[in-house]
T-cell receptor
């Protein structure tokens, strides 16, 4: 079974530029999550989708971050414009559903460096 | 959310059992205990989870105390490749079921 795919793996941009990350979840997984992991800290949830609907985006800085999952499969996370403090690893995860028995599986992440 | 407390770091000799403790004294009856680990530069990897009973899989064993206020993850024969940060997470049983990661335990397996 293929895992969660993310691209790109690495991205370097200058502040005020825009950037987008892509995630393809495990086939059949209805729930998709985006996490931000700052160096030295645990991952923090940014947004959660159930199919193509948003379940929780309370931690998403909506003035600069946006995410979509239009067809309920792939998802993109965008930052516009980027700030220095957005330097982090962006992790995508997926699960069958939202039951506490549904395990979340993570992708390898995209490491973003904002200069 | 039930919060967890883990020691920031632990060492273990290669080939020996690694026992990683986690305190979750405010856990509710319908909340699961999950363990993930994160090896350097990789995404978190699922290890095991449990509700009340002890659990075992090919990677590890999870021992949950009878009062559910603490648990221990056991890696029976630690190898150098088990060096990672280990996160104990209480899975909140609401509509989102998000994972709230704490600081975790940095396990160093030494030859």
């Amino acid at each position: 079974e293929a895992g969660v795919a993310q691209s790109p793996r690495y991205k370097i941009i200058e502040k005020r530029q825009s950037v987008a990350f892509w995630c393809n979840p495990i086939s059949g997984h209805a729930t998709l999550y985006w996490y931000q992991q700052i160096l030295g800290q645990g991952p923090k949830l940014l947004i959660q989708f159930q199919n193509n609907g948003v379940v929780d985006d309370s931690q998403l800085p909506k003035d600069r971050f946006s995410a979509e999952r239009l067809k309920g499969v792939d998802s993109t996370l965008k930052i516009q414009p980027a700030k220095l403090e957005d330097s982090a690893v962006y992790l995508c995860a997926s699960s069958l559903g939202t039951s506490p028995r549904d395990t979340q599986y993570f992708g390898p992440g995209t490491r973003l460096t904002v200069l | 959310d039930a919060k967890t407390t883990q020691p920031p770091s632990m060492d273990c000799a290669e080939g020996r059992a690694a026992n990683l403790p986690c305190n979750h004294s405010t856990i509710s009856g319908n909340e699961y205990v999950y363990w993930y680990r994160q090896i350097h530069s990789q995404g978190p990897q699922y290890i095991i989870h449990g509700l009340k009973n002890n659990e075992t899989n090919e990677m590890a064993s999870l021992i949950i105390t009878e009062d559910r206020k603490s648990s221990t993850l056991i890696l029976p024969h630690a190898t150098l490749r088990d060096t990672a940060v280990y996160y104990c997470i209480v899975r909140v049983a609401n509509a989102g079921n998000m994972l709230t990661f704490g600081g975790g335990t940095r396990l160093m397996v030494k030859p």
